[in-house]
């Protein structure tokens, strides 16, 4: 029965290069896929392309095809990213400026747009997760991007292309998509395209499911992990799937480390919707084949909703931030009169604060007072004050107030940093598959 195999390059945007690469020389791959969008990370891209036109794709792009690119082309492996992020266009043809600049003929590079629906949603009679209407956001509403299916991506491939760059997908959709273009899966295929959509789900985050996130040392101990291997996912016509890494890479591949990965951000296990089927992942069963090789069966699908999820980015407010360290004996004491005179400060000077948050970092930030309580004290211990207002002003002012301590606070304080940023906060709403509208452009080299 033929045979699928696809490797699983990135996680998120930010993530390692190398393992990649390994995929690349190691993992006779025929796919390899980079997923690298949050719903906060497209946002972003919406907000660098609103500055310079030419941006808003992934900024490590360039990086990862200047690493991947020779091998891909030589061995034929197709590679599958939505690196194009906020701006699919500007991400081909970058990809295509560093095809050309590493000798690389022939190469076909297509990308997939369609997702923005951001003025669909301007004008549009739309309400977002928390009830309000979308366009009572007005000036704030910063992207508004559907997650699209698996379709647009198939039809990419069948175009030929060689690297298919796309904006919002959903993230299973990166490799079920390959899976129909290979197999031939039908549309209506419900019972495939669930097991292909968990095959989507588990390798989509790379490293989680290799053993990365799974790490606890003294329970759930992961070898290696400076040497990472990103999974391999080997599908077969069939859905059959198994999970898989290359031999000698650092951390683990086990029933324990999918079982995790699968229970990513699901809801409801028997229900997981997306643009292509209602995934059924409620029987999944998971069977240890030999070290770092797991067969995975059992997911099933339902008919899809015909619904697609849109990510709103907006802008929320903004945010200014203080610390400063204590060490020593009173170490507390020093930190706790600290936070005391930077409340007060505020209250003198009328801070016009929406939220604070005063922590006392290695000893309650995480678990708060009442934990705290119970354990010695710490021999060191940094403040760190955080506020929200309406503007960037009253947020430098947060970290101004903290930096004073210096020499208007107790003694011994140091280390101290400001910052103050601007907030992209996202919502959620629904719209009808049929109103968005997709395309494929393809640059040849």
Not at 67 to 94: E, Q, W
Not at 216 to 228: E, F, M, S
Not at 355 to 375: P, S, T
Not at 407 to 429: D, E, N
Request: aromatic share 6%; charged share 20%; glycine share 12%.
């Amino acid at each position: 029965m033929k045979q699928i195999r696809i490797g699983a390059g990135a996680g998120y945007s930010g993530d390692r290069i190398e393992p990649a690469l390994e995929l690349a020389e190691r993992g006779d791959l025929d796919y390899l896929i980079f997923e690298c969008l949050a719903e906060r990370t497209i946002a972003l891209a919406q907000q660098a392309r609103m500055h310079d036109p030419a941006l808003g794709y992934d900024p490590l792009l360039e990086q990862r095809m200047l690493a991947v690119l020779p091998t891909c082309s030589a061995k034929g492996i197709r590679i599958v990213t939505n690196m194009g992020a906020a701006n699919p266009l500007a991400a081909a043809a970058s990809i295509r400026k560093v095809a050309r600049s590493l000798g690389l003929t022939k190469l076909k590079v297509a990308a997939v747009t369609g997702d923005d629906v951001l003025e669909l949603l301007r004008h549009g009679d739309y309400l977002d997760d928390t009830g309000a209407p979308v366009a009572d956001l007005g000036d704030r509403l910063l992207s508004a991007n559907a997650y699209l299916g698996a379709r647009p991506i198939v039809e990419a491939l069948e175009q030929g292309a060689d690297v298919v760059v796309t904006g919002r997908v959903a993230d299973p959709a990166l490799v079920l998509a390959p899976l129909i273009h290979e197999f031939g899966w039908s549309a209506d295929d419900w019972e495939r395209l669930g097991q292909g959509t968990l095959a989507g789900h588990l390798l989509e985050c790379a490293g989680q499911v290799s053993g990365g996130y799974f790490a606890d040392p003294g329970y759930k101990d992961v070898a290696n992990l400076a040497r990472l291997g990103f999974p391999i996912g080997i599908v077969s016509e069939d859905g059959a799937l198994e999970i898989t890494k290359v031999a000698g890479s650092g951390g683990a591949v086990t029933t324990a480390t999918c079982a995790e990965q699968l229970l990513y951000e699901i809801h409801d296990p028997a229900a997981y919707l997306t643009p292509d089927v209602v995934a059924d992942f409620s029987r999944v069963t998971m069977r240890q084949l030999g070290p770092d090789r797991v067969a995975i069966r059992g997911a099933g699908g339902h008919p899809k909703s015909g619904l697609l999820k849109v990510s709103i980015g907006y802008i929320d407010s903004y945010v200014g931030e203080g610390q400063i360290s204590y060490a020593g004996p009173g170490a507390v004491a020093r930190a706790r009169l600290a936070q005391d005179i930077v409340a007060e400060r505020f209250r003198i000077t009328g801070m016009p604060l929406d939220e604070v948050r005063f922590d006392l970092i290695g000893l309650n930030a995480l678990h708060g007072d009442a934990l705290a309580a119970g354990h010695a004290e710490p021999y060191e211990v940094r403040l760190r004050v955080t506020g929200r207002t309406a503007t960037m002003q009253q947020a430098l002012r947060i970290g101004n107030e903290v930096e004073t301590l210096y020499t208007c606070g107790p003694a011994g304080g140091g280390g101290a940093t400001k910052s103050a940023r601007q907030v992209v906060a996202v919502r959620s709403t629904l719209i009808p598959a049929a109103q968005v509208r997709t395309a494929i452009h393809v640059e040849e080299i």
